[in-house]
C-alpha cells in the first residue's frame, strides 16, 4: 500500500485544515486507517484512527471535538477535518494504514505510512 497525505499548510489559531491521504495498492477498506502527528523534538503520537470493519472511529483526547477523521472507501481516501486549531496542534501529520481488524492506537500495529504533510498555526 502506498499513502500520500497532503493538505497541511499554515493557518492562524482557531482556524481549519482538512488532510487527505490517498491510498494506492492493495484493498484499502480492508484496513484501519489513521492520522499521527509528531511535533519537532517530540515522539510521534496517535491522532486518529478508522475502523476494518468501517464504521467506528476514535480520537485522541485534546483533538475530541476538533478534529474528525472520515473515509471513503470507494476513493480509497481518509481525510482529517481540523477545525479550531491551536498552536499546539503544530507538527508533521501522518497517515497511516494497518492490517488490524478494528481500531488500533499504536504506532506499531501499522504496517504502512505516508510521506507527511505539515501543518502549522500561528498565535
Known amino acids: 500500500v502506498q499513502l500520500q497525505a497532503s493538505g497541511g499548510g499554515l493557518v492562524q489559531a482557531g482556524g481549519s485544515l482538512r488532510l487527505s491521504c490517498a491510498a494506492s495498492?492493495?484493498?484499502?477498506?480492508?484496513?484501519?486507517m489513521g492520522w499521527f502527528r509528531q511535533a519537532l523534538g517530540k515522539e510521534r503520537e496517535f491522532v486518529a484512527a478508522?475502523?476494518?470493519?468501517?464504521?467506528?472511529?476514535y480520537h485522541e483526547d485534546s483533538v475530541k471535538g476538533r478534529f474528525t477523521i472520515s473515509r471513503e472507501n470507494a476513493e480509497n481516501t481518509v481525510y482529517l477535518q481540523m477545525n479550531s486549531l491551536k498552536p499546539e496542534d503544530t507538527a508533521v501529520y501522518y497517515c497511516a494504514a494497518a492490517l488490524f481488524r478494528g481500531i488500533t492506537t499504536g504506532p506499531r500495529e501499522y504496517d504502512y505510512w505516508g510521506q507527511g504533510t505539515q501543518v502549522t498555526v500561528s498565535s
Open positions: 495498492g492493495r484493498t484499502f477498506s480492508s484496513y484501519c
Open positions: 478508522s475502523s476494518w470493519p468501517g464504521g467506528r472511529t
